[in-house]
């Protein structure tokens, strides 16, 4: 099967599964990073075919995402394997969205698993980066921010301190780290406008 072909039944096969949500998970997330990671791939001499694809499934197997991660995975490997992927193929594919999805926290073996990894954190930083933050906080009922202490612990404002502005110096490769530069700081941008907005007398 032809690589444009193996990618547009995977791209229909992600659409089914996230179209509809609505966590910042979507299939529109799916694709900017298996779009990054292809990108980044590109540029660091990785496998291009095997991180767009496996960009494109990195959070099938993800516990938030699904009741059941293993029966996730037994699911894409033979899906992998109906659209004509090699058993190294998919196991490569597994292997690297291990980290990503289900293995969270450790780091990754290969240069491909990097790669992968680096373009879902750089999908939470940036413009992009807030939008699905307030769209997650939103999702699960918590506030944007608050006066009251201890509301404050859960809005998703706080989110920015104990995570995304902790995700540029957590990136791997070169070619991420310098994305993640900018979108860093056009983050810390966005946050001294809002907090200026937030704390201004000027309108009371
Ligand atoms: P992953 O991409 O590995 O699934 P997360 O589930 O931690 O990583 O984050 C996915 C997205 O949801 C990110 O954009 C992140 O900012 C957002 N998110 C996760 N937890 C929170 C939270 N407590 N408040 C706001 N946004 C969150
Ligand atoms: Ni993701």
């Not at 791939?41 to 494109?56: K, N």
Request: aromatic share 8%; charged share 30%.
């Amino acid at each position: 099967m032809k690589n444009e072909i193996i990618i547009a039944k995977v791209e229909a096969y992600i659409y089914k599964m996230f179209h509809s949500d609505a966590t910042g998970h979507d299939y529109y997330h799916m694709k900017r990073v298996a779009k990054m990671a292809k990108y980044l791939a590109e540029q660091e001499h990785g496998d291009v075919l095997l991180c767009e694809l496996a960009g494109w499934v990195h959070d099938v197997a993800d516990d938030k995402l699904t009741k059941d991660p293993e029966k996730a995975i037994i699911e894409l490997k033979l899906f992998l394997a109906s659209i004509s992927l090699s058993d190294d193929q998919i196991n490569t594919i597994v292997e690297i969205i291990s980290t990503v999805s289900f293995r969270k926290g450790q780091d990754p073996k290969s240069l491909a698993g990097k790669i992968v990894q680096d373009a879902d954190r750089l999908d939470a930083i940036g413009a992009m980066g807030i939008a699905r933050a307030f769209a997650y906080g939103g999702n699960k009922n918590r506030p944007i921010h608050s006066e009251d202490e201890q509301q404050k612990q859960h809005a998703t404002i706080q989110h920015f301190d104990d995570k995304l502005l902790l995700i540029k110096d957590k990136i791997k490769t070169p070619t991420a780290k310098r994305i993640a530069i900018e979108r860093h700081t056009y983050m810390e941008h966005f946050l001294s406008i809002f907090y200026n907005e937030w704390n201004s007398d000027a309108y009371h």
